[in-house]
Nanobody, 125 residues
């Protein structure tokens, strides 16, 4: 059974940093591309980043470039989203997702077959 579990969210002040983690429960992430997207209340989902099985990265949102970084640690069976210089508008539920493919999808990443339950990030002014 494919289960993704996000962690690392929380309350942080504007300008602060958080590192989100995506772990695989009962399966290894190593062979698959993993992506992050977010959704804030009342707003559309936003694609953030994707990392292929061999570590190539894609970033989707101009406002995140230079602030967010996706990485993976195969030893830890985890994918991370490092978020720096956080802004109030970054507040959202953050999800990781996968299609169980090695590469990042050609479609919107929030349509990937599997996703976790999300982790809430709240950035205060």
């Amino acid at each position: 059974q494919v289960q993704l579990v996000e962690s690392g969210g929380g309350l942080v002040q504007s300008g602060g940093s958080l590192r989100l983690s995506c772990a695989g429960s009962s399966f290894t992430l190593d062979f698959y591309a993993i992506a992050w997207f977010r959704q804030a209340p009342g707003k559309e989902r936003e694609e953030l980043a994707c990392i292929t099985s061999d570590g190539r990265t894609t970033y989707y949102l101009d406002s995140e470039k230079g602030r967010f970084s996706i990485s993976r640690d195969k030893g830890e069976n985890a994918v991370f989203l490092q978020m720096n210089s956080l802004k109030v508008e970054d507040s959202a539920v953050y999800y990781c997702a996968t299609d169980l493919g090695a590469g990042c999808p050609g479609h919107k990443i929030y349509f990937m077959d599997y996703r976790g339950k999300g982790t809430l990030v709240t950035v205060s002014p």
